[in-house]
């Protein structure tokens, strides 16, 4: 030993930390972290939250990926990249553990997530949050997302049991005209995107494929409108049509939304909803057709673009 030299000098601060400390380490969720993920989400939306419906469906996806972020042995965060379209994902089901503030759970997952998809993906990434999350507004235009819409979800109205001659299916063969003309109706001028289950999305032939597969698609009044809608389920198991696009002229959306309760009952729905645009013609028309909503405040919608 050399005189006055220690050879196991102790460790700086800050290097104690870390390595002593727990870490945030993001990595693709596995069944094991199931346990965690159910604990901590069930008290989120109080008690409403719909993780535990999806969750094992969201692991055995072949295609984006389930992400979860780990701590201290813990699976304390989780977010999905899901596949919508060719080209198109969408980013939902981010999730952080309630008790776990300050550690910036939710950035670490966003910055795995953005990329996972620049390196494995292509074409458009977009998300959905809460107008008044600021904290995701930062985080993603800093990651390079752009704010390209608002809705307000959502506006709910009673099917209306009246028969109507109003629609009539649009067939597998029509797929190009229908989506020549979804694209060119002014209320997606207005919104920019249509919704297809709580995922907003740019309407391309796959999405009207897959929309008349599954009886969802129908022309109104001889070609003057196309609706283009999907299914779901209410708290109590009751059938819900959810609007993902009323293509029409802004001057008949009125009357559109009026018929459209009423194809509603006909496919033997209770309710109806539209996750709408948050646009003072589009709100002023669900007013028109006695459209409710409970929502304060809109959630704000965002996309990036893959630079190749």
């Given amino acids: 030993m050399i005189a006055g030299v220690d050879r196991n000098p102790p460790l700086p601060a800050s290097m104690k930390n870390s390595f002593s400390s727990p870490q945030v380490v993001c990595r693709p969720a596995l069944p094991r972290d199931t346990t965690d993920i159910l604990e901590f989400t069930k008290t989120i939306w109080h008690g409403h939250d719909y993780i535990k419906y999806v969750w094992h469906d969201w692991l055995a996806d072949p295609k984006g990926i389930l992400v979860i972020a780990e701590y201290n042995g813990h699976a304390v965060g989780m977010a999905k990249l899901t596949f919508a379209s060719p080209s198109q994902w969408w980013l939902e089901g981010f999730r952080v553990d309630p008790n776990l503030?300050?550690?910036?759970i939710g950035s670490h997952i966003h910055e795995y997530i953005d990329q996972w998809w620049f390196e494995h993906c292509d074409g458009v990434i977009r998300l959905m949050t809460s107008g008044k999350n600021t904290r995701v507004h930062h985080l993603s235009e800093r990651l390079g997302y752009e704010k390209v819409g608002e809705v307000i979800g959502h506006y709910e109205a009673a099917a209306i049991d009246r028969s109507?001659?109003?629609?009539?299916?649009?067939?597998?063969?029509e797929i190009k005209s229908a989506l020549e003309?979804?694209?060119?109706?002014q209320t997606l001028r207005l919104s920019g995107l249509?919704?297809?289950g709580w995922?907003?999305?740019y309407p391309d032939e796959n999405i009207l494929s897959e929309t008349i597969s599954k009886d969802n698609a129908f022309w109104w009044c001889?070609?003057?409108g196309l609706i283009l809608a999907w299914d779901d389920d209410d708290d109590e198991g009751n059938k819900i049509l959810g609007i993902g696009l009323p293509a029409c002229d802004i001057k008949s959306l009125p009357e559109f939304l009026i018929d459209i309760r009423q194809l509603a009952a006909q496919k033997e729905c209770k309710d109806i909803f539209w996750i709408a645009p948050s646009n003072?013609?589009?709100l002023s028309a669900l007013k028109s057709a006695d459209f409710e909503t409970d929502w304060d405040d809109p959630a704000f919608v965002y996309e990036k673009k893959h630079p190749g």
């Fill in 101 to 104: 503030q300050g550690l910036k």
């Fill in 164 to 173: 109507t001659n109003s629609f009539q299916a649009v067939k597998i063969d």
């Fill in 181 to 185: 003309f979804a694209r060119e109706s």
């Fill in 194 to 196: 249509m919704d297809i």
């Fill in 199 to 201: 995922t907003q999305v």
């Fill in 222 to 224: 001889d070609y003057a």
């Fill in 280 to 282: 003072d013609k589009i």
